[in-house]
């Protein structure tokens, strides 16, 4: 039983396994109506999302929360160039597809689940009708947002260093794992989730494929409404990164700080995640869904 489904509601939460791109994926499928495709980062699955799903699904909205590569029962792959962005991006859209959802959909995400939202919007356009971003902001406003964001992110850097990261993040009980991570509440889950064959250099693959090589992807100006919400206790992203996102926007954007919120709002302030994403779709109607949008190839 997924575990949003212990919520009490009348919505039931369907969740399936497809077969794309060469991986079992698996998918929590809540609601009906408008499409809403909620992204997870790290070291989360879809589980993240277990009390803000059914504020969105009673509203009228059916949420799509795949678990990402690597990570919850999706499979992880071997090969670091197999969490490149956008294989996971072509993931997404095949999921989409595979779900028969054609029009474009409204994004939720957080983390790494913000950085693919982020890439799908600046690249895929075509598939979202807008955005809501946690935590992380356009990344060229990440990669310029300056030395203490570096400082911030210095276990970023720490992940490059192949087979010596994988020790240290496992030394002494998983100590520095629970200290980047750093919300005790949710520690044992997610170490659940690591100690598995393979899951903890999963998680680090997605640095090593995008950090640096992100770079140097062109990502232009935003052409979909975007609404940025950071935590002002946020550890590793600063504010400067999603401020500045707005030099970045062709189209609405729109800034909330959450004061005494940290990196992981979703599980801290669910009924805030929830009520932004309402507002800020309903404020946003659907892009026009006439372009006749194809499956992925």
């Not at 999706?74 to 054609?102: C, F, H, Q």
Request: charged share 25%.
């Amino acid at each position: 039983m997924p575990p949003w489904q212990k919520v009490k509601s009348q919505v039931t939460t369907e969740t399936i396994t497809l077969e794309i791109n060469g991986l079992r994926h698996r998918v929590f499928v809540s609601g009906e109506g408008r499409p809403v495709l909620l992204l997870h980062g790290w070291p989360d699955s879809a589980a993240l999302w277990r009390d803000v799903i059914p504020r969105l699904t009673e509203k009228g909205y059916r949420t799509i929360a795949p678990d990402l590569r690597g990570f919850g029962e999706t499979d992880a792959p071997a090969a670091t160039k197999s969490y490149e962005l956008e294989r996971i991006a072509d993931d997404i859209l095949k999921i989409l597809d595979a779900l028969n959802v054609r029009e474009p959909v409204d994004i939720v995400g957080h983390d790494w689940g913000s950085v693919l939202g982020w890439h799908l919007t600046l690249l895929h356009d075509e598939r979202v009708n807008s955005f809501v971003a946690y935590s992380v902001g356009h990344p060229k406003a990440f990669a310029r947002a300056g030395l203490r964001q570096i400082a911030h992110s210095w276990y970023m850097l720490l992940y490059e260093l192949r087979y010596v990261a994988e020790w240290l993040f496992r030394a002494n009980g998983y100590w520095l794992t629970r200290k980047v991570a750093n919300y005790q509440p949710e520690t044992e889950n997610w170490l659940r989730d690591l100690s598995r064959q393979g899951r903890l250099s999963a998680g680090m693959k997605w640095y090593r494929a995008n950090v640096i090589p992100g770079l140097f992807i062109n990502y232009g100006r935003c052409q979909r409404p975007v609404m940025g919400v950071w935590g002002s206790e946020d550890h590793t992203a600063q504010e400067k990164q999603m401020k500045t996102t707005a030099k970045y926007m062709d189209e609405a954007w729109r800034y909330e700080r959450l004061e005494g919120v940290g990196h992981w709002i979703p599980l801290e302030q669910p009924k805030r995640t929830a009520e932004f994403a309402l507002e800020w779709f309903g404020e946003h109607g659907k892009a026009s869904a006439a372009e006749g949008l194809q499956p992925t190839p």
